[in-house]
């Protein structure tokens, strides 16, 4: 890889890290509010959501940078399919952004089903998308997927435990 394109990979990983890290700062006292709370069967222990998130940022980061990086010639991958692509990533960042501030900080636990809901409808969105680009950009957002169908399966849990 040319020194460019690891600059720009570099980029999209930071950039996506701090969305991550700044919706942290905002929660507030999330691991307090956790371990009060009654959680259903599976529920992890609270240290690893941010091990977690840290590492699904960095692989969305690196899929945003895939597509990014797939030449506009290539076929489904024009102008209006990767602005929809970036579109769909920013909107499901932005979503993702606000979860825990709604479920941690405002504790506001039906109000955060819809939003995870809302982010499981946007990332299939975007994951479609994205295959029609870069399959493999798709497929690095999987566990993104699978780990927001388990945080959905929590967020229930907790909505009707509480």
């Not at 909107?91 to 819809?114: E, P």
């Amino acid at each position: 890889m040319k020194k460019k394109q690891i600059t720009e990979l570099l980029l999209f990983i930071v950039a996506t890290e701090l969305v991550g890290a700044l919706s942290a700062l905002l929660t507030g006292k999330a691991f307090s509010f956790y371990q009060e709370i009654a959680k259903p069967p599976f529920s992890p222990p609270g240290w690893v959501f941010p091990v977690m998130w840290a590492i699904l940022y960095a692989v969305m980061g690196i899929s945003v940078f895939l597509i990014f990086r797939t030449d506009q010639n290539v076929e489904n991958a024009g102008k209006l399919g990767k602005r929809s692509a970036y579109l769909l990533y920013t909107v499901q960042l932005a979503v993702n952004f606000s979860w825990s501030i709604v479920f941690f900080r405002f504790q506001m636990l039906g109000l955060s089903v819809v939003v995870i809901l809302l982010l499981l409808v946007l990332l299939v969105a975007m994951i479609i998308t994205f295959f029609k680009i870069r399959r493999s950009a798709a497929y690095l957002n999987i566990p993104y997927f699978l780990w927001i169908l388990f945080a959905s399966y929590l967020n229930i849990g907790v909505l009707i435990l509480n």
